[in-house]
């Protein structure tokens, strides 16, 4: 049983480009969550979804930030014109249900020059 | 204080010790998790222990959690090289809108010396 892949592993991006981060969850995982670990710094959740629905995005950042997590395919976190402040690892966590153990992909890496 | 604090934030012995971690957090949870990471890695799930548990066993790691003081500790038992990374506690507050939503202490850096 594959755990959690995201991918890219690495992203470099230019000040004001998009980024795509891509997120597969653990086979009969239902539930998506995406953090970011500033450098320095412990995990922040940004937000958590369910198949075609976004739970709590309380932790997003109110522009700019979206995520998706469509009825076929990956969930997605999408960054659009980025700043160098975006510059992070961004994870992303699935389980079965809620309030059950969150396991976590190995991260994308942003870098924003 | 943050929720879900750990401490000390470093801790550095010698292989075959114990390594006691603790983790103190404000709010009411539903469970607490513990987890692993290596330097520029993603973070390995350790073991999760839920509100109405007091002690959980893993291999080597024990955990307790006592809800009354609202904290946690993790124990590595006989620690080796292999064992050197930072713990963190994450806390999954009890039913409610922020259900689901871990919230991370800064964490634990552990060496283990050969």
């Known amino acids: 049983n594959a755990g959690v892949m995201q991918n890219p592993r690495h992203l470099v991006r230019r000040r004001g480009q998009e980024a795509r981060l891509r997120c597969s969850p653990m086979k009969g995982h239902s539930h998506v969550y995406w953090y970011r670990q500033l450098p320095e710094e412990g995990l922040k959740f940004m937000v958590y979804?369910?198949?075609?629905?976004?739970?709590?995005e309380s932790g997003m950042p109110k522009e700019r930030f979206s995520a998706e997590f469509p009825k076929e395919g990956p969930s997605i976190l999408r960054i659009q014109q980025v700043v160098r402040g975006d510059s992070a690892a961004y994870f992303c966590?699935?389980?079965?249900?809620?309030?059950?153990?969150?396991?976590f992909g190995p991260g994308t890496r942003l870098t924003v020059t | 204080s943050q929720q879900g604090e750990e401490d000390p934030q470093a801790l550095s012995i010698q292989e075959g010790e114990n390594a006691t971690m603790n983790c103190s957090y404000k709010?009411?949870?539903?469970?607490l998790q513990w987890y692993r990471q290596n330097s520029g890695r993603g973070l390995v799930h350790l073991i999760l222990i839920r509100s109405n548990e007091r002690e959980k066993h893993s291999g080597r790691l024990r955990v307790t959690l006592d809800t009354s003081k609202k904290s946690s500790s993790l124990l590595i038992t006989a620690s080796r090289a292999a064992d050197t990374a930072s713990y963190f506690c994450a806390t999954d507050p009890r039913r409610g809108t922020s259900y689901g939503k871990l919230t991370f202490g800064q964490g634990t850096i552990l060496t283990v010396h050969p």
């Open positions: 709010t009411s949870i539903n469970n």
């Open positions: 979804l369910q198949k075609e629905n976004i739970i709590d």
């Open positions: 966590a699935s389980s079965t249900d809620i309030g059950y153990e969150q396991y």
